[in-house]
């Protein structure tokens, strides 16, 4: 059974940090794209990174370039991503998906139950 | 980036009903195109992925249809759990832009 769980969200100060993590199980993991999905309060889903199967690839939302990155080891089966100079905007659950395939372009078939992530002072 | 225009942005629908949700890409995107349902609190859940095939496990009232710049997402007979969100996604290049949802809520 496919299994993914993020943690690390919590309470952060604009231009702070925190790094949220996914471990993912009851798959190969190194033979599939990964991506973190976000949705602010009272909006909609928005991709936010995604990076390939073997980690060659990677992309970023404009709204976050510059200051996310994202991140895959293999050897713990788990995806990070690194979110740097946060801003209030940033508040939002993010989730972790895992693709259908092994290029960035593709579905994501199974979801984590996400993790909140609140930019307050 | 292609954006993914849907509608309604909600409805209202009764048990049983037949419900049709359209996505319209900004530009051609083949068959690229993804349903997600998503639950308040839940993990969203993918439906429907190339336009028309209907994900392991997902009830056989979900349909989707179309290819090019224009799809639908059918629900045959509605029943009491679809309520929730649904999405449209292209994944026929980054970034993998969503639709706005549409929100079905039963009468």
């Known amino acids: 059974e496919v299994q993914l769980l993020e943690s690390g969200g919590g309470l952060a100060q604009p231009g702070g940090s925190l790094r949220l993590s996914c471990a993912a199980s009851g798959f190969i993991f190194s033979n599939y794209a990964m991506s973190w999905v976000r949705q602010a309060p009272g909006k909609g889903l928005e991709w936010v990174s995604g990076i390939s199967a073997g980690g060659g690839t990677t992309y970023y939302a404009e709204s976050v370039k510059g200051r996310f990155t994202i991140s895959r080891d293999k050897s713990k089966n788990t995806l990070y991503l690194q979110m740097n100079s946060l801003r209030a905007e940033d508040t939002a659950i993010y989730y972790c998906g895992k693709g259908r395939v092994a290029v960035l372009a593709t579905p994501v078939d199974y979801w984590g139950q996400g993790t909140l992530v609140t930019v307050s002072s | 980036d292609i954006q993914m225009t849907q509608s309604p942005s909600s409805l209202s629908a009764s048990v049983g009903d037949r419900v049709t949700i359209t996505c319209r890409a900004s530009?051609?995107?083949?068959?690229?195109l993804n349903w997600y349902q998503h639950k308040s609190g839940k993990a969203p859940k993918v439906l429907i992925y190339a336009a028309s095939t209907l994900q392991s496990g997902v009830p056989s009232r979900f349909s989707g249809s179309g290819s090019g710049t224009d799809f639908t997402l059918t629900i045959s007979s509605l029943q009491a759990e679809d309520f929730a969100t649904y999405y449209c996604?292209?994944?026929?290049?980054?970034?993998?832009?969503f639709g706005g949802g549409t929100k079905v809520e039963i009468k």
């Open positions: 530009q051609n995107i083949s068959s690229y």
């Open positions: 996604q292209q994944s026929y290049s980054t970034p993998l832009t």
